[in-house]
């Protein structure tokens, strides 16, 4: 079974700030993906940033990155000189090759003071 | 990407009723999922609808109370049975692609 873990629930950073979010995940998978999704006020779903398990190197989208630790099963998103339109709920989720099923953690809530 | 459209995007039904929820897709994809997201919290995925084959449940979720209809590789429908107020949710579908899911614009739906 898959479980993501998100232990900030709620976060302010104030703009051009740079803020981490925390995600923990655990899965029996050996080949897996994590992303990162953005779902504003808005609902939509938004793709901020994916990675997969067996490359080593982070990656990154902009002024988005990740810190990807294989070992301690950790993936957490740095947001870089953040944007009052960061403002948004956010989901760390796994996923894996065998179903296309993922699981997603319990949401970040950031908010980006002006 | 796929571009996903559903109706209704927002309703207000009385309990014991039914709501059946469409979603369209812009292109043909295999696989199409659908989430509930109840106030202030994740999604949580109710099924996943293959074309030609009936869907497959996660634990906790029945047809009897959420059939879903996949009658072609473009559309689904899910119906969410016998309402209560413990059903008021937004609704998500999504589909699979080559490396990710994408997600429909959701279904808010309030039980009166």
């Known amino acids: 079974a898959q479980t993501v873990t998100q232990s900030q629930p709620e976060m302010s950073v104030q703009e051009a700030e740079t803020v981490t979010l925390s995600c923990t995940y655990d899965?029996?998978?050996?080949?897996?993906?994590l992303f990162w999704y953005k779902q504003p006020p808005s609902r939509q779903m938004i793709l901020v940033i994916r990675?997969?398990?067996?490359?080593?190197q982070n990656a990154t989208e902009n002024r988005f990155s990740v810190n990807f630790q294989k070992a301690a099963k950790s993936f957490s998103l740095k947001i870089s000189d953040s944007q009052l339109g960061d403002t948004a709920m956010y989901f760390c989720?796994?996923?894996?090759?065998?179903?296309?099923?993922?699981?997603f953690g319990k949401g970040t809530r950031l908010h980006i003071l002006p | 990407s796929a571009v996903i459209s559903q109706k209704p995007s927002r309703d207000i039904c009385q309990r014991g009723t039914s709501l059946t929820i469409q979603c369209q897709v812009d292109?043909?994809?295999?696989?199409m999922f659908w989430y509930r997201q109840q106030p202030g919290q994740s999604l949580t995925l109710i099924a996943t609808?293959?074309?030609?084959?009936?869907?497959?449940?996660e634990s906790g979720f029945v047809i009897d109370k959420f059939p879903i209809s996949r009658p072609n590789l473009t559309f689904s429908t899910l119906t969410v049975s016998n309402l209560s107020p413990e059903d008021s949710s937004i609704y998500l579908c999504?589909?699979?692609?080559?490396?990710?899911?994408?997600f429909g614009p959701g279904t808010r739906l309030l039980v009166l």
């Open positions: 999504s589909v699979a692609g080559p490396e990710t899911q994408y």
């Open positions: 899965t029996s998978e050996s080949n897996y993906y």
């Open positions: 990675q997969e398990a067996y490359k080593q």
């Open positions: 989720a796994t996923g894996d090759y065998r179903d296309d099923k993922i699981i």
């Open positions: 292109s043909q994809v295999t696989m």
């Open positions: 609808a293959n074309q030609g084959s009936e869907a497959t449940y």
